[in-house]
């Protein structure tokens, strides 16, 4: 997923609790997790940094993953089958893996739940970075 920039009013006015991850810098792709497919359409997922509150501590992977399962798209591009992976040289895995990792890293995986920048004005800060009582 994206991991776009919040507005420093969001910081500012957000518990403490809430989207501990959230930074005031885009830090651009980020691995949010892994899943695995298992027969019968059975698929497990797990959101590193999360524990049990996915919204909560990571909300902006929380909202790639539902904008993509609502929408039906892949989270990420399917890697090799295991036959073809036991196939290859130590070589070939690893331009394989290489390749995964850029595509992965692009669209349509990487954008998805990007916020739009806000329009209002940004809060002036004081030295601490702490934003200053509206007046």
């Known amino acids: 997923y994206n991991h776009t920039a919040a507005d420093m009013e969001l910081i500012a006015e957000k518990s403490v609790m809430f989207g501990p991850d959230l ?8 691995f949010g997790g ?12 797990t959101v590193h940094g999360s524990g049990h509150m996915v919204p909560q501590f990571r909300p902006q992977a929380a909202l790639s993953f539902i904008e993509k399962v609502l929408t039906r798209e892949l989270l990420s591009p399917l ?18 893996i290489d390749k995964w990792t850029k595509e992965a890293m ?6 998805a739940g990007v916020a739009p920048k806000s329009t209002e004005k940004k809060p002036v800060l004081d030295s601490n970075g702490v934003a200053k009582a509206k007046t």
């Open 23 to 30: 930074l005031t810098v885009p830090t651009g792709a980020q």
């Open 34 to 45: 892994e899943y695995v497919n298992y027969e019968h359409g059975l698929s497990f997922m």
């Open 106 to 111: 692009g669209p349509p995986y990487v954008g």
């Open 79 to 96: 890697m090799p089958s295991n036959h073809t992976l036991v196939e290859m040289t130590d070589d070939e895995f690893e331009d394989a």
